[in-house]
């Protein structure tokens, strides 16, 4: 099949409208968006926001900002791998993205994630729970598409592949949120496994998905959209129906690849913040990971095994590195592409994944990261900690706006008043854009008679 410019031209329009008009800008519009992405507020407050809470005690560690950039050169690897792994005439050849729009789509994918992490995206769902939740993918395309600092109108402006390509979850909150316990009476009684937000787009960016999805056909949209029903037969321990949330089944070919390499990043990159900083010894890794990944018995691991733990623990950074870069390279290598014969746009019919073992070997990195480092309670009180500060600045904003957030909000949040929009999601917005530092600062000055001063900027 052979793919006409016309037909790649609606990827390249800007809801906007607008094309450059600067004297001798050669730029592709894919290039044009990584210079917005890479120059916005929003990008550069990654470099102060938490990528695993805790693990932040020294200047080595990853933050949201260096996590970016890694998942943005494994995704530019796992497309140099398909484009020169596989036939040039293979359909998906045409379609598979250029260097500069994936490394976009992965600079991009964590710009709307609040500050403490998921913990304080729990928190600030539970806050908007009444108004729309608090989702950090639907967060993103909404900085991206709405709020970004480059219209005042279209947020960052970004071409609709771009967008299309950030957008994890293309459902919309309505159709995927569960029903969630009753609100509650204290702050300290805050459990955050009841107040998970639904993957999704928020309702106000209805329009926004729509025209994003505009080039698809009926049967395409419709499919694109389709979910997988919410479990209802699970309870938290004290009995109560636990919150379930329906999830989306579909998403673009970018946005497989920009997944898959979050998931690679997540998985080998931070373990090997987790070792360095002794949050995860050799005996850990022996007793709970090793028999797991050895009875998968793949031949990577039977000829490897031994060399990558011992590589790992050696305190030698250049084996260590070894060892990093060889996982890396053995997920990049095997990488795959899968067909949905269901879907006819070639965007959404062709999906990269991984062959079942290596799918499960990152399936084991990631639930050993979970449980051995996340959830361990030390993590666990600075999550909650970070989860308290949101809930108590949130409550105070939303309690007297005019008077407590910094001017420009305040204005933001007046004309939402005038103009019957939602107030307390422009409250959210400002709060998710917060770095964990700057969130610190101003809960010391809301809340910490000691601390704080008139000359202190906001």
């Known amino acids: 099949m052979n793919h006409t410019h016309d037909e790649m031209l609606p990827w390249h329009e800007r809801q906007s409208g607008h094309q450059t008009s600067r004297h001798n800008d ?99 769902n539970y806050m908007m729970q009444s108004d729309g939740g608090f989702e950090g993918n639907a967060q993103t395309l909404r900085i991206l598409g709405k709020r970004g600092s480059y219209s005042p109108i279209y947020g960052m402006d970004v071409t609709r592949r771009t967008l299309l390509g950030t957008l994890k979850y293309p459902v919309l909150h309505a159709n995927v ?47 694109l959209h389709e979910v997988n029903e919410a479990e209802t037969n699970s309870f938290f321990d004290n009995k109560r129906p636990k ?29 090997e913040d987790a070792i360095v900083l002794g949050m995860v010894t050799k005996d850990m890794w022996l007793e709970h990971l090793e028999p797991k990944l050895a009875a998968l018995a793949s031949p990577y691991f039977t000829d490897n095994l031994n060399d990558l733990r011992s590589q790992l623990f050696s305190r030698q950074s250049h084996l260590r590195k070894e060892a990093i870069g060889s996982l890396v390279s053995w ?6 592409v899968i067909e949905k014969s269901q879907f006819d746009h070639p965007l959404l019919r062709f999906q990269v994944g991984l062959p079942e073992g290596q799918r499960q070997a990152l399936s084991l990195l990631k639930q050993f990261e979970m449980q051995h480092i996340i959830q361990r309670p030390e993590v666990q009180m600075l999550v909650y900690k970070g989860q308290q500060m949101l809930l108590e600045m949130f409550e105070a904003y939303s309690a007297d706006p005019a008077r407590l957030l910094p001017r420009e909000i305040a204005i933001e949040w007046q004309k939402s008043q005038d103009t019957d929009e939602n107030g307390l999601r422009i409250i959210c917005d400002y709060m998710a854009s917060m770095t964990d530092d700057y969130a610190s600062r101003m809960y010391n000055k809301l809340f910490v008679p000691s601390l704080g001063s008139v000359f202190e900027p906001m």
């Open 331 to 336: 997920f990049i290598t095997s990488c795959q």
């Open 26 to 124: 050669y730029r592709t519009p894919y290039q044009r968006d990584r210079a917005r992405i890479i120059h916005s507020a929003a990008f550069r407050r990654l470099q102060s926001k938490t990528q695993i809470l805790a693990i932040r005690q020294n200047d080595y560690s990853r933050t949201r900002l260096t996590h970016s950039l890694e998942v943005a050169q494994i995704g530019k690897g796992l497309v140099h791998q398909l484009k020169h792994s596989t036939a040039p005439e293979a359909a998906f050849h045409p379609w598979l993205a250029d260097d500069t729009l994936i490394e976009t789509i992965c600079l991009s994918h964590d710009i709307g994630h609040p500050p403490f992490g998921h913990g304080g995206e729990v928190a600030l």
């Open 177 to 223: 949120v569960g029903t969630y316990p009753s609100k509650l009476e204290n702050f300290r009684q805050f459990k955050a496994s009841d107040w998970s937000p639904p993957k999704c787009v928020y309702q106000d960016e209805h329009d926004l998905l729509q025209w994003i999805t505009e080039p698809f056909n009926a049967t395409d949209r419709a499919l």
């Open 243 to 271: 919150t379930q949330h329906a999830k989306a089944k579909h998403a673009s070919f970018d946005t497989s690849i920009m997944d898959l390499a979050d998931d690679i990043a997540y998985g080998v990159h931070d373990l």
